[in-house]
């Protein structure tokens, strides 16, 4: 079924699950429209940026950890989430 990418099965469950979380962010900002607001971050962000921040903040951890240690991606993984979610609710 995934052959035609040559993606394997982690990989389509990744991409599936940020399909997922798109429309979910959709349909969320459909029925309650963001209100931007100041975070630890210190520039305005709504909800939609906060997301894209994380995002792109749990790739980094991801990336960085690959490049630093051989340790267990399980806890780079948990590292990440855990970056992905402080930025989420008080970014």
């Known amino acids: ?4 990418m040559v993606w394997t099965v982690p990989t389509a469950l990744v991409f599936a699950g940020l399909a997922l979380l798109l429309v979910v962010m959709a349909v969320w900002a459909r029925l309650s429209p963001p209100v931007a607001r ?3 971050l210190r520039i305005e962000t ?4 906060r997301l894209y921040i994380g995002l792109i903040s ?3 951890v991801l990336a960085g950890w690959i490049a630093i240690t ?3 991606m399980w806890l780079a ?3 990440a989430l855990l970056v992905a979610v402080v930025i989420g609710i008080w970014g």
């Not at 079924?1 to 035609?4: A, G, K, Q, R």
């Open 46 to 49: 709504d909800r939609g940026d």
């Open 58 to 60: 749990a790739a980094v």
């Open 77 to 79: 993984l948990g590292c």
């Open 70 to 72: 051989d340790l267990s």
């Open 38 to 40: 100041r975070g630890f």
């Open 1 to 4: 079924m995934l052959d035609w």
